[in-house]
């Protein structure tokens, strides 16, 4: 009995070969968004979560509000105020503060690894941040002056098979440290990425007894660390760039929010510095499984994720299994009418009605088998390109199985009630020309489907257009052929810094394909992080309201970036690389109260209590992506940069870039023998802030062109079905006359009805989803009418095709076929 | 002359053999005849209908239709020439469900151009004609066999054609419908339109003025 039935389902599948094909093609299309994309949440949700006790793990975010109205909310801290909280609060079990640093690690004169996860930190990271020791010298990590920990992937990378304890590594400029310990890889999905952990004091010591000259640590054995006390000034001055990330760890049994009630209080302990005293002070506890999807804030430690990218994915899951769930039921129940006549025979034979539905349930189910695993398949394909995680979660393939049995449930059960339960069916006729009150049910599936594809298309041609806008935007700058290198990292500090940059200078200069070099603290794409409020106006005696970006430059890079002057003149060139001279752009003028540019230049300013003349105005550009507005900002001529790494640009000219780089590059080696010279080409480098974005972007664009396709086939199998039903008609009214053209547009004239309706349903929601995207950007394209109007035009023109094919086979058949009476 | 068969052949092939569906057929329609084709299941009476009126093809032979070879015509003008000059009744009625009988009588005439008032007045003129004014806004699910019948005939003949062809459009009827529906047709033959029917039955062949036996698709 079993095997008949088996038996007769996929004969009847392997008969059927189209309308087989199209139900499976849109399970698995369906199936593979969903395992795509739930993976792709999942891994966006799990950042953090995996610290042991992560939910008692805190950032504690700066909130800094002025008189003025003026509020930075930034994810850097003081020193103070964890120590403080620590100090103060008995929920506070413990605290980290870290920096991160740009470094390179070198492995003796060979071996070196650049841009490295290097971060200063407290003795008590691993407390806070629990990774297991896989090897240690010590149990008292990160207390040895001269020690550091490192990661395990890192060890390997730099010391191969060799047992790490106890060998040396040297950083940047020559600071020689020993690996102390080696800990468990802290995972992809971390807004943590740590390689190196070294110590605060460590870094004190070494800038205090490190020469620079010689290149080598004058050791201090009477050195005594004294940790500051959080209650003095010193703790609470750092500008921005020397804050660190604050960490806290709660004791057992306590929340946040008691925590959170007392630091106001707290504060009033603190010989707070002026500029403090003068606002108002906030801490932002930041749980940190939450950092990564819900943090925006100033000086974030890594780019984040977005929340609403995530929430977006999850309606496109939705989306997409509706319309394939839509899409199944609906070709089941076509293709169950078209059985009808088998059905009715089987129960004129006795079967009884549960058989029939067996028939149909083991139908189903073979369908989606079939679509559970080649999806998987394909979908894993993709996933272990796409995810770091890179495989499928039981929690996913769970989640796949139930919808694999809710759609193979509800899929034979709606043809079974509506048509072989339906009173209409007869035993003694095929069905096919009884079934029309079930019809509206499947305008309005086919109408629903076709709304969700429309918003997909609509908001799919609203972000590329976007997308557009921002890679065609004017910036302001021009990066053509310009190449970027870091500063070399070993001259940082070293005396021979500025003759040597001005030996290195000349001789790249004297190079045929060179336009211009520069050397800067930031480069177009990267962002600034160096911020001031204490700019003022050279007599006044409170500083500007506003908070100014600092750039340190050269006179060559307004040049080699191609950056308009509009008043005033360059830098000039300085033996030393250093002046008192400034530059400012044109949103600064506005914050410092000059009417325009003319007014600006040669007036004099002070920064920190430091004068400086304005030598310039610049023009805006956008020196970060576009979805964060210009600053105002001043560009002054040293060398001092944070934490001692700048670049290098080089604008070529446009022959022959290969044999430049080249040359460029032996000048490097001879004048930097202990550093490889790495460029990339500055245009890239701006492009890839767009990097989320774009990613977001083709995600959308594949799950629209599937669930159109879905959509598609769920039309091709409602217009088969309706074709079907009405070849009698069709017969009737060729036979009195009707043209094939009068029939097609008979035929046709039902579905651009439903498009037209979907049309309408789509459209505010697409307009609702589309601004709502747009909001993270801060210079947004127009969404015209015509995106709008276009997409309608997609959706009809497919659905139109779609229908067509089978409305003029229809229309072209030979009643006589439909008219024989049986 | 209405129309002439010369010599037609019509056949399929099914597994490598030609089965024959209409065999050397030769036949004369005058205007104004009434014919009946007869004979068993399978004979070729529908086959050679649809031939005639131009709704199937055949392999050889030759169909003259008034001036017109019908042989050597493109589809489109074969089309046309049925639409103009042929009305079809079938035995299923084949009315259109979800169309009133008034939109039913209407239907022929939206594909002939004829201007609304036309088709009102023409609409209207028929059912007067038949006597159904009184069930215009009925659906054919809401009338008897025999008046779906009416409705069936009155469509064929509402734009006026020459020939009314009609496929034993009494086999769905009891015996008193059905002889309703034989005298109407005579009664349209008696105002000249040419009828060929075909039947089964004996008594209702007599209404007719000739007679042909088919027997597997050849003339006896």
């Given amino acids: 009995m079993k095997t008949q039935l088996f038996k007769s389902v996929l004969r009847n599948l392997l008969k059927k070969k189209f309308l087989s094909s199209v139900k499976i093609l849109g399970l698995i299309a369906g199936y593979g968004v969903f395992i795509f994309l739930a993976e792709k949440i999942q891994y966006e949700t799990s950042y953090d979560q995996f610290w042991n006790e992560s939910e008692s793990v805190y950032r504690v975010a ?271 129940t076509i293709s169950t009418i078209e059985n009808a006549k088998n059905y009715s025979i089987r129960i004129l034979n006795g079967s009884r009605y549960g058989q029939v539905f067996q028939l149909l349930f083991i139908e189903s189910l073979l369908f989606n088998l079939i679509a559970i695993g080649v999806s998987l398949v394909l979908a894993y394909r993709l996933i272990i390109t796409q995810i770091p995680s890179g495989g499928i979660s039981s929690f996913t393939l769970l989640i796949l199985v139930l919808i694999g049995a809710l759609v193979t449930l509800v899929a034979c059960i709606v043809p079974f009630i509506s048509v072989v339960r339906n009173k209409a069916f007869s035993i003694v006729r095929s069905g096919s020309q009884k079934l029309q009150q079930k019809w509206t049910s499947q305008k309005i599936m086919v109408t629903m489907q076709f709304s969700i594809t429309i918003i997909l298309i609509i908001c799919t041609i609203g972000i590329y257009k976007q997308m557009q806008f921002v890679n065609n935007s004017e910036l302001g700058f021009s990066g053509n052929q310009t190449l970027f290198s870091f500063t070399p990292m070993s001259m940082n500090q070293h005396p021979d810094l500025a003759n040597k940059l001005t030996t290195f200078k000349n001789e790249v200069s004297a190079l045929g394909g060179i336009v211009s070099f520069s050397t800067s603290s930031s480069i177009p794409g990267r962002p600034i992080n160096r911020l001031t409020n204490q700019v003022k106006a050279i007599d006044a005696e409170n500083p500007y309201a506003a908070s100014f970006e600092q750039v340190s430059i050269d006179d060559a890079y307004m040049e080699t970036y191609s950056i308009p002057l509009i008043a005033g003149g360059n830098l000039s060139y300085q033996n030393d690389w250093n002046s008192n001279d400034i530059l400012v752009n044109r949103t600064a003028l506005s914050h410092m109260g000059f009417a325009n540019e003319n007014e600006a230049v040669g007036k004099s300013i002070s920064i920190s209590n430091n004068n400086y003349e304005i030598r310039g105005v610049v023009e805006d550009y956008h020196h970060v992506s576009l979805h964060t507005t210009v600053k105002p900002t001043i560009y002054s001529q040293n060398l001092r940069w944070d934490h001692s790494v700048g670049f290098y640009s080089f604008r070529l000219s446009s022959n022959n870039i290969a044999g430049t780089t080249a040359q460029i590059q032996s000048i490097w080696n001879q004048l930097y023998p202990k550093e490889e010279f790495i460029f990339s080409f500055s245009n890239t480098e701006f492009e890839a802030q767009y990097l989320q974005d774009q990613r977001f972007n083709q995600i959308l664009s594949y799950s629209t062109i599937l669930a159109l396709l879905i959509s598609c086939l769920g039309l091709l199998g409602v217009a088969l079905f309706n074709t079907k039903k009405r070849v009698k008609e069709i017969g009737v009214r060729k036979v009195n006359g009707a043209k094939i053209q009068q029939i097609l547009f008979a035929l046709n004239r039902d579905f651009i009805k439903w498009v037209a309706i979907a049309y309408v349903i789509a459209c505010p929601m697409a307009w609702f989803v589309l601004d709502n995207w747009l909001e993270s950007f801060a210079y947004k394209t127009t969404i015209g009418i015509w995106i709008y109007l276009l997409s309608g035009l997609v959706a009809l023109i497919i659905a139109m095709l779609t229908v067509s094919w089978q409305s003029f086979k229809a229309a072209i058949a030979n009643p006589v076929e439909s008219l024989r009476t049986e | 002359m209405l129309l002439q068969l010369n010599n037609i052949f019509k056949w399929v092939n099914s597994g490598g053999q030609r089965i024959f569906l209409l065999k050397d057929i030769n036949l004369n329609v005058e205007e104004g005849e009434f014919i009946s084709i007869m004979g068993p299941s399978g004979s070729g009476k529908s086959t050679l209908l649809n031939v005639i009126g131009m709704l199937d093809g055949f392999e050889e032979g030759e169909y003259h239709f008034l001036d017109e070879s019908v042989h050597s015509l493109k589809e489109k003008h074969r089309a046309n020439l049925y639409k103009e000059y042929i009305g079809f009744v079938f035995q299923s009625y084949h009315l259109l469900d979800d169309l009133t009988v008034k939109e039913n009588l209407e239907m022929p005439l939206l594909y002939k151009k004829f201007k609304g008032s036309e088709r009102k007045a023409m609409v209207a003129d028929m059912l007067d004609r038949f006597n159904i004014v009184g069930k215009k806004d009925l659906f054919p699910a809401q009338l008897s066999g025999g008046q779906q019948q009416l409705v069936g005939i009155a469509r064929a003949l509402i734009s006026n054609p020459k020939l009314i062809l009609a496929d034993e459009p009494t086999g769905n009827l009891n015996s008193k419908q059905g002889e309703e529906i034989m005298e109407l047709f005579k009664q349209l033959n008696e105002e000249g339109v040419t009828i060929i029917q075909v039947t089964h039955s004996e008594k209702n062949a007599e209404y007719g003025s000739r007679i042909i036996n088919l027997l597997d698709g050849r003339m006896i």
């Fill in chain 1, 62 to 332: 700066l909130d800094v509000s002025c008189e003025n109205g003026e509020e930075v909310v930034s994810a850097k801290n003081f020193h103070g105020s964890t120590e403080l909280l620590d100090e103060e609060l008995a929920e506070v079990d413990t605290h980290c503060n870290l920096s991160k640093d740009v470094v390179t690690v070198f492995n003796g004169p060979q071996q070196k690894i650049q841009n490295v996860d290097f971060i200063w930190s407290d003795p008590t990271f691993f407390e806070v941040f629990d990774r297991e020791i896989i090897d240690a010298k010590t149990t008292s990590l990160l207390e040895n002056i001269h020690g550091v920990a490192i990661s395990q992937s890192f060890a390997k990378k730099l010391y191969g098979a060799e047992n790490p304890i106890g060998k040396e590594l040297t950083v940047n400029e020559g600071w020689k440290f020993v690996v102390d310990a080696v800990f468990e890889d802290i995972p992809e999905n971390s807004h943590l990425k740590v390689d190196v952990v070294c110590a605060y004091k460590t870094l004190f010591y070494y800038m205090k007894n490190f020469d620079n000259t010689a290149q080598v640590l004058v050791d201090n054995p009477n050195y005594q660390y004294v940790k500051a006390d959080p209650y003095t000034q010193k703790r609470w001055r750092a500008p921005v760039q020397y804050r660190p990330y604050c960490y806290i760890k709660l004791d057992k049994g306590f929340t946040i929010g008691s925590v959170s009630n007392k630091v106001g209080p707290l504060l009033k302990k603190v010989a707070l510095p002026q500029n403090l005293k003068d606002a108002t002070v906030d801490f932002i506890f930041q749980p940190i499984a939450d950092i990564h999807l819900k943090s925006k804030l100033d000086h974030e430690l890594s780019a984040n994720g977005e929340l609403t990218q995530v929430f977006f994915l999850g309606i496109i899951i939705l989306v997409v299994l509706l319309v394939c769930l839509i899409n199944f039921i609906n070709l089941n």
